[in-house]
């Protein structure tokens, strides 16, 4: 018997920021954002040799324990250690012998919410195997408690609820850990059209999102009007943005975009760089009439709104960069779990 699990990668249209604490607790948080065929997948082997593996990307970086009930924590695998750990505790359900390979699509720490997502489908394996009797709204909730609480990651809520709803959704951030996921019933035109004018370019950068959402954390709490201001204008144009998707009125995202970059950049000084800035700068003079850095910022994928044919235009300026075009299509069904 196998368990297989796979969670989608998401781009965050608008609002990306206002799901972190302090910020949501506060102010309350809102996000649209969209999940991608692009995945974190799981595989889980049941064993009966008393051990432990686990595997990331199919290689050879692996590391075997004995067949505990709590592990202790290793440098590389805290993702698989953390959840496995909350599992065994959270649903007494005692030691187990399996191995657990873990892979992605992409790099990881590159803006598409990785960790979250490897979380969520490292945690699909679980309730897939033992039968957990958990929903989607408490798969999310666990995973963002295993990263953020059990494991001290920093970073926000959306990533594990992208990956555990699936498609286009409008999602708010309340106080106490509420979170509401509202999915965007739209025309499939408007779908097509928004699919075929935003270009995903990966920089071929990584960056640790950690220090940058230390940093706008420490703007919240020290009340950095213009940090927070910012967070405001960026709650607003996730609202926008859903407006202008419901309504059809693709052409004012890229505007909304703009000023979401705009914002987003004042939420800490690292979110940016004048690589970055360059990037952005061609892209816009090449034809798009908007964009941003996918995630906490500082490297990995970028997005742009390109309309009419402008797409391959932009696509080519950007080759001047190092980067590459990611091909992509939205995904409507989130975490997905299953044995063989």
């Given at each position: 018997?196998?368990?297989?699990?796979?969670?989608?990668?998401?781009?965050?249209?608008?609002?990306g920021?206002?799901?972190?604490?302090?910020y949501?607790?506060?102010?309350?948080?809102?996000?649209?954002?969209?999940?991608?065929?692009?995945?974190?997948?799981?595989?889980?082997?049941?064993?009966?040799?008393?051990?432990?593996?686990?595997?990331?990307?199919?290689?050879?970086?692996?590391?075997?324990?004995?067949?505990?009930?709590?592990?202790?924590?290793?440098?590389?695998?805290?993702?698989?250690?953390?959840v496995?750990?909350?599992?065994v505790?959270?649903?007494?359900?005692?030691?187990?012998?399996?191995?657990?390979?873990?892979?992605?699509?992409?790099?990881?720490?590159?803006?598409?919410?990785?960790?979250?997502t490897?979380?969520v489908?490292?945690?699909?394996?679980?309730?897939?195997?033992?039968?957990?009797?958990?929903?989607?709204?408490?798969?999310a909730?666990?995973?963002?408690?295993?990263?953020?609480?059990?494991?001290?990651?920093?970073?926000?809520?959306?990533?594990?609820?992208?990956?555990?709803?699936?498609?286009?959704?409008?999602?708010?951030?309340?106080?106490?850990?509420?979170?509401?996921?509202?999915?965007?019933?739209?025309?499939?035109?408007?779908?097509?059209?928004?699919?075929?004018?935003?270009?995903?370019?990966?920089t071929?950068?990584?960056?640790?999102?950690?220090?940058?959402?230390?940093?706008?954390?420490?703007?919240?709490?020290?009340?950095?009007?213009?940090?927070?201001?910012?967070?405001h204008?960026?709650?607003?144009?996730?609202?926008?943005?859903?407006?202008?998707?419901?309504?059809?009125?693709?052409?004012?995202?890229?505007?909304?975009?703009?000023?979401?970059?705009?914002?987003?950049?004042?939420?800490?000084?690292?979110?940016?760089?004048?690589?970055?800035?360059?990037?952005?700068?061609?892209?816009?003079?090449?034809?798009?009439?908007?964009?941003?850095?996918?995630?906490?910022?500082g490297?990995?994928?970028?997005?742009?709104?390109?309309?009419?044919?402008?797409?391959?235009?932009?696509?080519?300026?950007?080759?001047?960069?190092?980067?590459?075009?990611?091909?992509?299509?939205?995904?409507?069904?989130?975490?997905?779990?299953?044995?063989?």
């Open positions: 018997m196998i368990i297989r699990s796979k969670a989608p990668l998401r781009i965050g249209l608008a609002g920021g206002t799901d972190v604490s302090p949501s607790d506060l102010y309350g948080g809102a996000i649209l954002n969209a999940t991608i065929d692009l995945y974190a997948y799981a595989s889980l082997e049941p064993l009966n040799d008393g051990k432990i593996e686990f595997v990331i990307d199919g290689t050879s970086n692996k590391i075997t324990f004995d067949s505990a009930e709590h592990l202790e924590m290793f440098e590389g695998f805290e993702l698989f250690i953390g496995y750990n909350r599992v505790k959270e649903f007494n359900c005692g030691a187990k012998s399996f191995r657990l390979t873990s892979y992605i699509d992409v790099p990881q720490g590159s803006g598409l919410g990785t960790s979250s490897i979380v489908s490292l945690l699909g394996a679980f309730v897939e195997w033992l039968k957990l009797p958990l929903g989607k709204y408490d798969i909730h666990l995973a963002y408690e295993i990263e953020r609480k059990d494991l001290k990651m920093s970073g926000g809520k959306q990533d594990q609820y992208a990956a555990t709803f699936g498609g286009i959704n409008f999602i708010e951030f309340l106080s106490n850990d509420r979170v509401i996921v509202n999915p965007l019933s739209l025309k499939n035109e408007v779908v097509y059209e928004l699919e075929m004018c935003l270009l995903l370019y990966f071929k950068t990584q960056r640790l999102s950690a220090q940058i959402i230390d940093d706008q954390v420490k703007n919240v709490n020290s009340n950095n009007t213009n940090a927070i201001e910012a967070m204008h960026l709650k607003e144009q996730a609202i926008l943005m859903k407006e202008f998707l419901m309504k059809g009125e693709l052409n004012l995202i890229g505007e909304n975009l703009h000023k979401g970059w705009e914002n987003k950049k004042k939420m800490a000084n690292s979110i940016s760089n004048t690589f970055i800035d360059e990037i952005y700068t061609s892209a816009i003079n090449a034809g798009a009439s908007g964009g941003k850095i996918s995630g906490a910022g490297g990995g994928f970028m997005f742009f709104y390109c309309p009419a044919v402008t797409k391959i235009n932009v696509g080519n300026v950007l080759k001047q960069f190092g980067g590459n075009v990611q091909s992509f299509k939205f995904t409507q069904q989130g975490l997905t779990s299953w044995t063989i």
